[in-house]
Structure formats: structure tokens, C-alpha cells
């Protein structure tokens, strides 16, 4: 019927409380020497959890990766952003091909006893997520179909239902991982950790996205004049390994952009009150 206003549309997520995102391992890899291109899984450095807001703060404060060099810090400092081994390809294997101009094939038939990474798997992924971030945070802030269809460049979905499609299909792949499972030693070495699927950052962030998603904490801009990111929980005052953080009448982002605020504002008000 002509005038009909169209319905609102209510992305949902299934089960309505997700469970929380799961530990990341960082891992040190280096330039292998029997793969052109690829990179070796060398040793585990450490796992933890991510921080709030990662996927609106550090996804996309910091520069992503681009090369192979930076693949290597970003996975020591962040984690594997993708399978490795085989499987790096999988949640994104067709839309390699829009950009890769090595012979993937090749790369994947070296023989090897350790798990390979190629960066160029790394590169796209966490360009995904950063595509997934920017459609998500325009999709809480309201700020329209043209804000989330920007979201994706450099592509460009048809219209906003193609956008959601895309939106769907890579968070689903990202979430297809979550399932029980065993394991029967926490001591296996990273080499043989990666025969099952096993849970990383790309993962992770999706499940962190599918919380906002999912919860109802408003997006907030930080009121700091020199911050204004988008945050949903302060950070800094609470002791951040009890996941502690404050997410209910707050304006800054973090207890510093606070503090140096009020600062701000302190030398204002003096400087005026010395010319009055």
C-alpha cells in the first residue's frame, strides 16, 4: 500500500545471550624458509582475553596489516586473525581472489610438519573485521544505510540488504567454531593444537560484535574534545582481568581521557578567571 512506512529492520541473534568471547593465543611466526610467502607458526606467546570494545577501539585506531612484516606483530600482539595451515582460507576463500596475485595453490602444497600462515590470509581477514566493525558501529549509533554501506569499502554491496547479507555471512563463518569439544591436554605444543578448528581472533571478535549486537549498553562517544571514540565500557579504574568496567553514566571512554579532561578544563577556567 502506497504511504506504508517500511518496518524497521531488527538483525536478532540466536541464542539471545551469547556466550562471552573466548581466550586469544598470540604466537610468534616468522618467514618460512621452504614456503614463498608463507609464514611458520613458531611458538605460543601468551593468551588472554580481548579488551572491551576491541572491535571499536583497536581494530580500528591501529593500521591494519598490510605486509608480511606486519602480519608477524600483529599476531604476537593480537593473535591469528584466521586458520592456519589449509584452512586459512576458509571463512573468505573466494574473495582472496579479488586481490591476491601469488600462486595460492603452490604455496599450499609445500610440504611441511608445521603449521603455515599465509600474510596475504591474515591481511583480508582483518580487513573483514574492520568491514563488520564500521557496519555494526554505524548500524548502534543510527546513523543511516549510507553510513553502513561506506562501512564496506573499498566494497561495494548493491544496497543496505546486500550489505546485511555480507554482514551475516561472515559473522556466522566467524561463529561456526563455537562448538563442544575435547581436548585432551592443555600442554600440546601449537604445531599439533591446530588439527580441530580452533578458536582465534577472528572468531573472537565476531562473538564480540554478535554481544553488542545482542546486549542493550548504548555506543557512547568519548567526551574527551581530543578522544570522541566510540566505547561501551570506561576503562582503566577497574582491575580489567576481573572484567570490571564501568558501562552506565559515563562520558569518557577511560579514567586518562577523564583525567586529562578535567585538566583541560581546569587550566580553561583558570585562564579565564586570570583575564576577568
Given amino acids: 500500500m502506497q504511504g506504508t512506512k517500511p518496518p524497521t529492520f531488527r538483525p536478532t541473534v540466536w541464542p539471545a545471550e551469547p556466550p562471552a568471547p573466548p581466550p586469544v593465543t598470540r604466537y610468534e611466526v616468522a618467514r618460512a624458509a621452504d614456503a614463498e610467502g608463507g609464514l611458520q607458526v613458531k611458538r605460543v606467546l601468551g593468551t588472554g582475553t580481548l579488551p572491551p570494545d576491541f572491535v571499536f577501539r583497536e581494530l580500528l585506531e591501529r593500521e591494519a596489516p598490510t605486509s608480511a612484516d606486519d602480519v608477524i606483530a600483529w599476531t604476537a600482539e593480537w593473535g591469528l586473525a584466521c586458520p592456519a595451515g589449509e584452512r586459512a582460507f576458509e571463512y573468505l576463500g573466494e574473495d582472496l581472489s579479488l586481490t591476491a596475485q601469488e600462486d595460492l595453490s603452490r604455496w599450499a602444497q609445500v610440504p611441511r610438519l608445521v603449521p603455515l600462515l599465509h600474510p596475504h590470509a591474515v591481511v583480508v581477514h582483518v580487513a573483514a573485521l ?144 586570570a583575564t576577568s
Fill in 130 to 273: 574492520r568491514m563488520l566493525s564500521r557496519h555494526l558501529l554505524a548500524h548502534l549509533e543510527g546513523r543511516g544505510d549510507d553510513a553502513i554501506l561506506s562501512a564496506w569499502q573499498p566494497r561495494t554491496p548493491g544496497d543496505v540488504d546486500h550489505a546485511w547479507w555480507l554482514w551475516e555471512r561472515y559473522i556466522n563463518a566467524g561463529l561456526a567454531v563455537f562448538a563442544v569439544h575435547v581436548r585432551a591436554s592443555p600442554t600440546v605444543s601449537a604445531v599439533h593444537r591446530f588439527t580441530r578448528p580452533t578458536p582465534n581472533l577472528y572468531n573472537a571478535a565476531c562473538l564480540q560484535l554478535v554481544h553488542y549486537l545482542a546486549g542493550d549498553a548504548p555506543v557512547l562517544r568519548c567526551a574527551n574534545v581530543r578522544c570522541g571514540l566510540p566505547f561501551t565500557r570506561q576503562r582503566g579504574r577497574a582491575r580489567e582481568e576481573y572484567g570490571q568496567h564501568r558501562s552506565r553514566g559515563v562520558r569518557y571512554c577511560s579514567h586518562l581521557c577523564a583525567k586529562a579532561q578535567s585538566e583541560r578544563d581546569r587550566r580553561r577556567r583558570r585562564a579565564e578567571g
